[in-house]
């Protein structure tokens, strides 16, 4: 007797649930950026321009945008758990034709398709938690997968720089279809579905994007998106950039610039831990400002140096370490408020906020490059400009003193 996925979910714990959860985070961020430190070898081997690369990654987090708009809300009328399958499955495929592009356009093309398949695992992951968990369990649980989603973007170079000390950069790929098959077994074992027929939305799809709109129309809302998704921006203008600032202008190898990440990423779980253990204590809008403050104060510092001649190794490192410290808070403190104002269409939220992430990161991963040579001084300027528009959304739009998206008991 043949037996539905619907009809026989899994049977499944908490920490399971989150692990899987935490991996289909991180995947997608990984496949982002596992492949930076072989930017470089990317260029000679198609052929190609520096800023021509980096359009792959562009094209990578615009297949993450339009997925999660489209899948967040679907997901809404259609379930989780069958739309997470297939989005595993297909990354493991495109992430296969990556490894074997024979040419730029086909690697771009095969990219986006990649990014597309990834995006159910991050906007589906946070709608399965939205589904089965409330309040400060929420919050919590939000947390980690919001602490391993940003630590994966900075610890992704590290461990692409260690596969490239053994293969090529096709084989960075081998290694993240791999993980797509693995995390598609991992789903069907341990990932039960959590929306019940009788909790769906109802009209069809045009409902269900209606609600999109509906959330769109809530200003604070829209604040948050853009303070979220501007520091995101800063961070992929960082890690397309940094590749050539720290190996070409400061005469690192792929191993040495993935140390170099390593001790950032220490910056990003620190500053997640610190946001876990306090998340529940303090204010989630005071720590959400605490995080904007640090990545522009970093950024400020670094501009400022490099406008009078200081252009030195350590002191770039050290104020980009401030950045990734800083996104350790701003990320997960803006996730949990995001998804607490949208709780009324959560699939729709996280398809609003992951389209918010990746439209605005795919906007500013080539800008450090756009002129045709990516510097320091290219970098900063842009990743400074991202920070700077996020500090005034959250200020202008979001108005973090009114409290919104706090836990109850914490709104004022």
């Not at 401030?322 to 104002?341: D, E, M, N, Q």
């Given at each position: 007797?043949?037996?539905?996925?619907?009809?026989?979910?899994?049977?499944?714990?908490?920490?399971?649930?989150?692990?899987?959860?935490?991996?289909?985070?991180?995947?997608?961020?990984?496949?982002?950026?596992?492949?930076?430190?072989?930017?470089?070898?990317?260029?000679?081997?198609?052929?190609?321009?520096?800023?021509?690369?980096?359009?792959?990654?562009?094209?990578?987090?615009?297949?993450?945008?339009?997925?999660?708009?489209?899948?967040?809300?679907?997901?809404?009328?259609?379930?989780?758990?069958?739309?997470?399958?297939?989005?595993?499955?297909?990354?493991?495929?495109?992430?296969?034709?990556?490894?074997?592009?024979?040419?730029?356009?086909?690697?771009?093309?095969?990219?986006?398709?990649?990014?597309?398949?990834?995006?159910?695992?991050?906007?589906?992951?946070?709608?399965?938690?939205?589904?089965?968990?409330?309040?400060?369990?929420?919050?919590?649980?939000?947390?980690?997968?919001?602490?391993?989603?940003?630590?994966?973007?900075?610890?992704?170079?590290?461990?692409?720089?260690?596969?490239?000390?053994?293969?090529?950069?096709?084989?960075?790929?081998?290694?993240?279809?791999?993980?797509?098959?693995?995390?598609?077994?991992?789903?069907?074992?341990?990932?039960?579905?959590?929306?019940?027929?009788e909790r769906r939305r109802t009209g069809g799809l045009r409902t269900v994007f209606a609600a999109m709109g509906g959330l769109l129309r809530r200003r604070e809302l829209v604040g948050y998106l853009l303070a979220m998704g501007c520091g995101l921006g800063a961070l992929f203008a960082y890690i397309t950039g940094s590749p050539f600032v720290f190996e070409g202008g400061y005469g690192l190898s792929p191993t040495a610039y993935s140390l170099v990440f390593a001790t950032n990423a220490v910056g990003t779980v620190v500053a997640g831990a610190i946001f876990g253990r306090l998340a529940g204590r303090v204010r989630l809008n005071l720590l959400l400002v605490i995080g904007v403050v640090i990545t522009v104060v970093s950024l400020a510092t670094l501009v400022t140096l490099l406008s009078v001649g200081v252009?030195?190794?350590?002191?770039?490192?050290?104020?980009?370490?401030?950045?990734?410290?800083?996104?350790?808070?701003?990320?997960?403190?803006?996730?949990?408020?995001?998804?607490?104002?949208?709780?009324?269409?959560?699939?729709?939220?996280?398809?609003?906020?992951?389209?918010?992430?990746?439209?605005?990161?795919?906007?500013?991963?080539?800008?450090?490059?756009?002129?045709?040579?990516?510097?320091?001084?290219?970098?900063?300027?842009?990743?400074?400009?991202?920070?700077?528009?996020?500090?005034?959304?959250?200020?202008?739009?979001?108005?973090?003193?009114?409290?919104?998206?706090?836990?109850?008991?914490?709104?004022?």
């Open positions: 007797m043949t037996v539905s996925i619907e009809s026989a979910p899994p049977r499944t714990g908490t920490g399971r649930l989150i692990i899987v959860l935490g991996g289909l985070s991180a995947v997608s961020p990984f496949a982002i950026d596992m492949y930076a430190p072989g930017f470089p070898e990317i260029v000679t081997a198609f052929g190609t321009s520096k800023s021509a690369v980096q359009i792959s990654l562009t094209a990578c987090l615009i297949g993450l945008a339009v997925g999660q708009l489209l899948l967040g809300p679907i997901s809404d009328a259609m379930g989780r758990r069958r739309l997470l399958l297939a989005g595993s499955g297909m990354f493991a495929v495109f992430s296969l034709v990556c490894a074997v592009a024979p040419s730029i356009a086909v690697f771009d093309v095969a990219r986006l398709l990649q990014g597309i398949a990834g995006s159910a695992g991050i906007v589906l992951g946070r709608a399965v938690v939205s589904d089965r968990f409330t309040g400060t369990h929420a919050a919590r649980q939000l947390t980690t997968l919001s602490v391993i989603g940003s630590t994966a973007p900075v610890l992704a170079p590290v461990i692409g720089g260690l596969i490239l000390g053994v293969g090529s950069w096709r084989l960075v790929f081998v290694a993240l279809a791999a993980t797509g098959l693995l995390l598609m077994i991992a789903i069907r074992a341990w990932v039960p579905e959590s929306l019940p027929v252009d030195t190794f350590p002191t770039t490192w050290a104020c980009l370490f401030g950045l990734t410290s800083g996104f350790g808070l701003l990320l997960p403190a803006s996730i949990t408020i995001i998804l607490a104002v949208g709780s009324d269409a959560p699939g729709a939220a996280s398809g609003l906020l992951g389209g918010a992430q990746f439209v605005l990161g795919a906007a500013a991963a080539p800008l450090p490059g756009v002129l045709g040579n990516t510097t320091a001084m290219s970098t900063a300027v842009v990743v400074l400009g991202c920070v700077l528009v996020s500090a005034v959304a959250l200020l202008t739009l979001a108005r973090p003193w009114q409290g919104h998206g706090e836990p109850a008991g914490q709104s004022s």
